[in-house]
T-cell receptor, first 114, second 113 residues
């Protein structure tokens, strides 16, 4: 069966520090991968998605970047965090190219910027 | 463009009450429809889905019927429990949107004992 892992679960970082959040998927090949952010009490905002290694689409301009160095690895990064980067970050995967298949989510990373 | 509209929360009910959370959508074609649930502090879990008109998705006592004539996918449960307290998200996916999920804003459900 397929599983998705995100880490760390929680992170407290000072303003201006770098960020690296990692997500890996097991049990499937060539998945679509997604990074979302959820502000406190709010809905989901799609940040990035990827349909293959090295292929990243950005949905909103921001202080963050994403990379996909391997088929089942998706990394969210920042060189300098801002206070507004605080939130709950969720990684998800789906089967490539089929609208009937749902997205499957990791447990999330709660990021607090001080 | 495509969009999903959910009823605003929070929705507060007593245990064993009947639940309806409204969801309506706009889409250019024939989307697939989903309900996700997010328990406090956790990621999202797929609750149920429907892929064509008149399909009924069901899981854990929850049901939703894909109504093309009213462009709706309302979530229902006959008797809610305290453990159903969570945030519920309605979403759609279709080819015109490159199969990206279009999300509703979420509805927070609070069940009181």
């Amino acid at each position: 069966s397929q599983t998705i892992h995100q880490w760390p679960a929680t992170l407290v970082q000072p303003v201006g520090s770098p960020l690296s959040l990692e997500c890996t998927v097991e049990g499937t090949s060539n998945p679509n991968l997604y990074w979302y952010r959820q502000a406190a009490g709010r809905g989901l905002q799609l940040l990035f998605y990827s349909v293959g290694i090295g292929q990243i689409s950005s949905e909103v301009p921001q202080n963050l970047s994403a990379s996909r160095p391997q088929d089942r690895q998706f990394i969210l990064s920042s060189k300098k965090l801002l206070l507004s980067d605080s939130g709950f970050y969720l990684c998800a995967w789906s089967v490539d190219g089929n609208s009937n298949q749902p997205q499957h989510f990791g447990d999330g990373t709660r990021l607090s910027i001080l | 463009g495509n969009s999903v509209t959910q009823m605003e929360g929070p929705v507060t009910l007593s245990e064993e009450a009947f639940l309806t959370i409204n969801c309506t959508y706009t889409a250019t074609g024939y989307p697939s429809l989903f309900w996700y649930v997010q328990y406090p502090g956790e990621g999202l879990q797929l609750l149920l889905k429907a892929t064509k008109a008149d399909d009924k998705g069901s899981n854990k006592g929850f049901e939703a019927t894909y109504r093309k004539e009213t462009t709706s996918f309302h979530l229902e449960k006959g008797s809610v429990q305290v453990s159903d307290s969570a945030v519920y998200f309605c979403a759609l996916s279709e080819r015109a949107s490159n199969y990206q999920l279009i999300w509703g804003a979420g509805t927070k459900l609070i069940i009181k004992p």
